[in-house]
């Protein structure tokens, strides 16, 4: 079988058989890849923690049939190990692994920006000089926009005049002005408007000066607007108090 070598986020892992697991992971050359873990379940494994949900390991994979085996792993980083200390961060953080792994579609199809996105996501996430909910929506509205789904939190999506402008709504992309505004639109404070412009892009002085109001409602629109862009909901949002 021929060997590759790459590194990945570990995103998700299930059982498979008595001992083995089927690990999915975001890797940085290959996309999405699930791939065998040979008796990683054995209290003798000698893969340890490595191949946990949240890992940046370094890897060698045997490409298979079906599904590749891993058959090295070297941990680059432990989240798992920060996140689990911190249950803010890590339901926070698993929003940002599920996220991912349903915008990342194609299997092998190569995802760089979505990998360095989720390295730096979770990055900030275990370093906590932000605050979790904070990290989760910055890095939801970028995954979004790489995606192919950046929102306009300044021009009117309809008419492109700049705004600030009132009216937001998530199935049209952002926000609106005053003429072209559709039914149903949320009317946010126009402080949250600029709140939503600085978490896109990882303006962190004005999101640490923001009011928690405003905070508040800023995480309620980036769950409107992943949920829009999202076929279905994400089962780990639950367990994120918003
Ligand atoms: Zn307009």
């Known amino acids: 079988m021929p060997l590759y070598r790459d590194e990945a986020v570990v995103l998700r892992t299930h059982k498979l058989g008595e001992a083995d697991r089927i690990i999915t992971l975001l890797t940085r050359q290959h996309g999405r890849v699930r791939a065998v873990a040979k008796g990683v379940r054995r209290t003798t494994s000698r893969w340890g923690?490595?191949?946990?949900?949240?890992?940046?390991?370094?890897?060698?994979?045997a490409e298979g049939r079906s599904l590749d085996v891993i058959t090295q792993a070297e941990t680059l980083e432990p989240f798992n190990a920060r996140l689990g200390l911190d249950y803010d961060r890590y339901t926070a953080g698993t929003v940002m692994l599920e996220t991912a792994e349903r915008l990342v579609t194609e299997e092998k199809e190569p995802a760089v920006q979505q990998f360095l996105l989720l390295v730096g996501g979770l990055r900030a996430m275990a370093g906590g000089e932000h605050p979790a909910k904070q990290v989760l929506d910055s890095y939801l509205l970028r995954s979004l926009s790489v995606a192919g789904y950046a929102p306009s939190f300044d021009h009117c999506v309809q008419c492109g005049i700049e705004g600030p402008h009132r009216f937001f709504n998530p199935s049209?992309?952002?926000v609106l002005c005053a003429s072209d505004r559709l039914p149903g639109s949320a009317t946010p404070a126009s402080e949250t408007v600029v709140l939503l412009g600085a978490l896109l892009v990882g303006d962190w002085p004005v999101v640490h000066a923001a009011d928690p109001r405003h905070l508040r409602e800023?995480?309620?629109?980036?769950?409107?607007?992943?949920?829009?862009?999202?076929?279905?909901?994400?089962?780990s949002m639950a367990y994120v108090e918003r």
Do not use: K
């Open 218 to 235: 800023a995480s309620n629109l980036v769950t409107a607007y992943l949920s829009w862009h999202l076929e279905r909901g994400l089962r």
């Open 172 to 174: 049209a992309g952002g």
């Open 49 to 61: 923690s490595r191949l946990e949900p949240f890992t940046h390991v370094d890897l060698q994979l």
